[in-house]
């Protein structure tokens, strides 16, 4: 087979993988090597100077002995089928580096043979990239569950990030679809990646030569519409997970109908729940950022998230009684529970308001999104001049604000191959 030939097969059998994060590192280039590292390099992104930062995204192979109803690299799936080779797979990185196409990759790979074989290939292309190419970009790489620790901490040696992906959100839909996998399976090497970076760190403080462990972290991805979950499940699950594995990111990818399996939805008419998937992140980022916890977002009675609003206007409707907040006299932690003020802007806040009282002119110019904050807000004890809303009428003007985004169609992964026109 052709290389492009592989190319295509493997990115397009790639492209289910959520890569769009952070690099989470600096390195520059070391004398005779190739690529560096920038904290801010993302895959498929903008960043603030107007570059497109982006990953080769790819597998090693699509080559599978499991047969996972959810995966479109199942073995029962009748689709092209391709390995790369390790030398194969570091020409192309290297070319498409050189020509500016990308600033790194993005390795994945289904299971060829055993766990302990792929990742085998994984590690002797990054080692071949590392060592012999003298590649220092940005590397993200798929740990295998079910590898040896060994093989696995050596690919974390050679990787910028690892990540494991937990793939559905409960033990039971995880028997019902993947029986051949198993929860321990993927959260042992969870455990083992976030020790080998603890220690890592412990060593890199006493020798500066150590060498480094996944120094940009571990992530995981789930898939979200594929299984009856609930989004308070999902989310007290991705709690956990940050918590008890220090991870960095939680990916959540809506469930694309790849099967005509009886135990996954009907391909028929179903719609990708992109929606949903966009309510978890926001979530996820209250989590992570505004320090908020899931039994807050979430609970019982109310099991999955409005999508007809954001997850923190959402909890702010449901909290009215905590309501108008005194912009010139409240905490940090309770400037963090208004919608329309970040983190940024909250500090922005605090900041300013040591050098006078705060109006909501002088808000707008803090970077606060009044059109949602003015609700929640007053300056002086007084609300926006003018401003009579009743609580019914709120919440249909931060309805009418999402309406926009709500009637965009869904977005397109990047294709190399892709003819812009």
């Not at 012999?132 to 901490?153: M, Q, R, S, V």
């Not at 905590?322 to 605090?350: C, H, K, M």
């Amino acid at each position: 087979m052709e290389l492009m030939d592989k190319l295509t097969i493997l990115a397009d059998a790639a492209k289910y993988d959520a890569a769009c994060t952070s690099s989470g590192l600096d390195r520059t280039s070391r004398p005779g090597g190739l690529g560096s590292t920038i904290m801010a390099g993302c895959c498929h992104s903008f960043s603030a100077d107007g570059r497109c930062v982006t990953l080769l995204k790819v597998l090693m192979t699509n080559r599978c002995v499991y047969d996972c109803q959810y995966c479109v690299n199942r073995r029962s799936n009748d689709v092209p089928r391709a390995a790369f080779t390790p030398r194969e797979l570091c020409e192309l990185t290297i070319g498409f580096y050189r020509r500016n196409y990308i600033e790194g990759l993005f390795l994945s790979s289904a299971v060829w043979g055993s766990p302990d074989r792929t990742t085998e290939l994984m590690t002797e292309t990054l080692r071949l990239l590392r060592r012999e190419y003298n590649f220092w970009g940005y590397i993200h790489a798929k740990a295998i569950p079910g590898a040896d620790p060994l093989l696995t901490h050596r690919l974390g040696l050679f990787a910028d990030r690892l990540s494991v992906n937990i793939e559905l959100p409960s033990e039971q839909s995880l028997k019902l679809l993947a029986p051949d996998k198993g929860k321990q399976s993927i959260l042992a090497p969870m455990g083992q990646i976030r020790d080998g970076i603890r220690t890592s760190r412990q060593e890199l403080a006493l020798y500066k030569h150590a060498p480094r462990f996944a120094p940009a972290g571990q992530s995981t991805q789930m898939i979200v519409g594929a299984t009856p979950e609930s989004d308070l499940h999902i989310l007290r699950l991705t709690e956990s997970l940050y918590q008890k594995y220090q991870l960095k990111r939680v990916f959540y990818s809506a469930y694309m109908p790849v099967s005509d399996s009886k135990l996954l939805p009907a391909r028929r008419d179903f719609k990708p729940p992109l929606l949903r998937e966009h309510r978890l992140y926001q979530a996820d980022w209250l989590l992570r950022y505004y320090k908020f916890e899931a039994r807050e977002l979430l609970d019982e009675q109310n099991p999955n998230f409005n999508p007809l609003v954001d997850p923190k206007c959402s909890w702010a409707l449901n909290h009215l009684e905590r309501f108008p907040v005194e912009v010139n006299t409240a905490d940090y932690e309770t400037l963090l529970r208004v919608p329309g003020i970040g983190v940024r802007s909250a500090q922005r806040i605090l900041s300013a308001r040591r050098c006078g009282a705060l109006d909501f002119s002088g808000l707008r110019k803090l970077g606060v999104v009044l059109k949602r904050a003015q609700y929640f807000l007053t300056c002086s004890g007084r609300m926006v001049e003018g401003l009579r809303v009743r609580e019914d009428g709120i919440i249909r003007h931060l309805v009418a604000q999402e309406r926009p985004m709500l009637a965009q169609e869904a977005p397109e992964q990047l294709c190399l191959f892709e003819n812009t026109g």
